[in-house]
């Protein structure tokens, strides 16, 4: 189905240009939710020290919420479909906060597990793809612009939430901060969602469309969604993705007790993860000028290649200004997989069966994110320090890396088949 695009028609029935309102209200609603979930690198040494859980045990919860975001992902996106984002999106931020508020009444294992793992995952089920179905309701150009804009949020909520939690620790107690951090991440996502709504003409909903040009564009040459899920490429892509994810997330939940390890404050440590919160937002919009040059593919494999790189230095580093120059070149892997990942999906199959490829890649990829913190603890607790751990993490980056060049040129090679 086509739907007329004329400039009008992105504007609300009073005239008003509501779409940016929708950017504001997406962007506002990541960074509070994804902001305050990388809180859990902050308090982790101070759980350690209160109940005395092994790092792999500690880290498993903040694994199994992930994995259960992109389960929950999979039943949210049909329910946008069905009634919008607003709804979900109010919802999800309730659970989220009520998950945090209840973190501080936990005394055993199984409370850590049930309250962040299950109730603080299925808070942020909704949050990406809601934030994105939003985002393409509302715009026919510039949709992929609008969407790295809206995903360098997280970027953002990465720096200002962690040196927040960790004041509030310090003053108050990590139960407090539990409390607090829960009760203004609810607020403000729910004030945030209620701004989001379905984009309408007419008193009638719209569904995402797609302009006549891009339909024109991806309807020839990209395959059906059958023969879409036997692709090379599409798994190819999944497996990539999942070995980002696995060292992307190893390094947000640990990097901070690894910095404490080397014997920085706590507060340094924190301002780690803000200094990738902060440059972050930068890269996500330089990759996104960079798609629009080079192509998903290209931009994606030069991502993780810098990553690699971030990784390897890391391990060779043992300075605080070393592990800032980390967490800069770091940010570049960090943003590559969330703005990229909906481009490489389109490119490589078009529209057709777009939701449903998009969201076994992002299930593939919270796999991978539920694997890299445990799989970082379990080696400390092995070992004794997280050398081999971010040994182990580089090596499957590389992997990754190579893997990303069999597909950029298999991409290339149909691409030029298809020209012909």
């Known amino acids: 189905m086509t739907i007329n695009t004329a400039p009008s028609a992105d504007r609300s ?10 950017v504001t209200a997406s962007f506002f609603t990541l960074l509070f939710m994804w902001g305050s979930n990388y809180c859990f690198g902050i308090f982790f040494n101070p759980l350690l020290d209160e ?16 994995i259960m975001e992109g389960i929950g992902s999979m039943v949210t996106g049909r329910i946008f479909d069905r009634y919008g984002p607003r709804i979900v999106l109010i919802t999800c931020g309730i659970v989220f906060g009520a998950g945090f508020i209840l973190m501080s009444q936990i005394k055993e294992i199984w409370h850590l597990y ?13 949050s990406f793809v809601g934030t994105m179905w939003a985002v393409a309701n509302w715009f026919t150009h510039r949709r992929g612009k609008m969407m790295a804009l809206v995903v360098s949020s997280v970027g953002v909520g990465t720096m200002v939430m962690p040196p927040i939690a960790n004041r509030l620790i310090l003053d108050t107690g990590w139960r407090n901060a539990f409390v607090l951090v829960g009760w203004g991440a609810m607020i403000l996502i ?10 309408t003409s007419n008193g009638e909903t719209l569904p995402v469309y797609e302009t006549d040009k891009e339909k024109t564009h991806q309807s020839s040459p990209n395959p059906p969604l059958r023969e879409a899920l036997r692709s090379v490429r599409l798994w190819l892509i999944c497996g990539i993705i999942m070995l980002w994810a696995v060292g992307k997330y190893a390094i947000l939940i640990h990097i901070t007790p690894y910095a404490i390890e080397m014997g920085l404050h706590a507060t340094q440590a924190a301002n780690i993860l ?8 930068a890269t996500t919009i330089a990759l996104g000028m960079s798609v629009d040059r080079f192509g998903s593919y290209r931009t994606f494999t030069v991502g993780l290649a810098v990553m690699a790189a971030s990784l390897a230095w890391l391990l060779s580093t043992d300075s605080l200004w070393g592990l800032y120059v980390f967490a800069f070149a770091f940010s570049f892997g960090y943003s590559c997989g969330p703005v990229l990942m909906p481009s490489l999906v389109a490119e490589a199959f078009g529209l057709e069966g777009f939701g449903t490829l998009l969201g076994i890649v992002n299930l593939c990829a919270c796999i991978g994110c539920g694997i890299g913190p445990a799989l970082t603890g379990y080696l400390f607790d092995q070992t004794g320090n997280y050398t081999s751990a971010f040994t182990a993490l580089t090596f499957l980056v590389v992997v990754s890396v190579l893997l990303s060049l069999v597909l950029l040129q298999l991409q290339d090679r149909l691409a030029s088949r298809d020209a012909t």
């Not at 029935?13 to 929708?22: A, D, E, H, Q």
């Not at 092994?54 to 903040?62: C, D, E, K, M, V």
């Not at 729910?190 to 984009?199: C, D, E, N, Q």
């Open 13 to 22: 029935l009073s005239g008003f240009n509501y779409r940016y309102i929708i």
């Open 51 to 66: 109940f005395g859980w092994t790092r792999a045990i500690t880290s498993g919860a903040f694994s199994l919420a992930i």
């Open 274 to 281: 803000a200094v990738i919160g902060g440059a972050t937002f």
């Open 114 to 126: 049930l309250l962040y793992g299950i109730v603080v995952g299925l808070g942020l089920s909704g």
């Open 190 to 199: 729910v004030l945030s969602a209620l701004f989001i709504k379905t984009r």
